[in-house]
């Protein structure tokens, strides 16, 4: 048999990181960056809450403290751009992320129980391009693409992250009035499928020989639409 207990876990927590950059303007219509950003080791602590207690002799849900760690990659990422007119500039870039750095998400709690999760994803890039044209000295007109590889081990696929690489196109508009800046963008992006077929993360495939209500299925067909508004001051 199988027991229904939902689990809430609030934690909260705080890291340290890096990030370097450099930038070179080879002339007055090409120009090259180069940015690293560091790991970052984030300790959560906070607490866990369940629906119910303890139906098992030695097993509790009672609520409890909680605590667990996550590791956040690192990346490289380069840039080039050129600007043939002074109104005009197309860029092209690359991110490396080492994802392989995210290999679980363990939450331990206070009261024995535990929550392991294995993720083991893989390193990822991300392929960019976009132009900026400026008809007028105060209004600006942008478009992007970018495409991001696949990173999720689907040996170890959950619902948390129901995405396995993406595609998006931008467009967006900047207007300049003084020191005030106002942008707007819109980002469509559509979503790899994830099979969750071999998947061995618990409460999508039968785990410990628990029969579970859902075994295996693919997530698909998904889109994103995504809107932007900033405001901006220069001093």
Known sequence: FGIDNDVQVQASGWGVGGHFG??????????????????VTVNAYGEAKHEQNSLLPGVSFDDCDAHGTVQLPDSLALGVAYKPLDNLSFEVGAVWTRWSTYNSLNIYMDNGNQSISHKNWNDGWNFNASVEYKPLDWWSLRAGFWYETPVINEDHADFMVPSNGRTALTLGTGVEWNDFTIDFAYCHMWINPTSYDD????????????STRITGGTSKDTVANIYMLSFGYKF
């Open 22 to 39: 450099l930038h070179a303007r080879l002339n007055d219509q090409w120009s090259v960056g180069l940015a690293y950003k560091t790991q």
């Open 199 to 210: 998947t061995d993360s618990a409460g999508i495939k039968d785990f410990h020989g628990m």
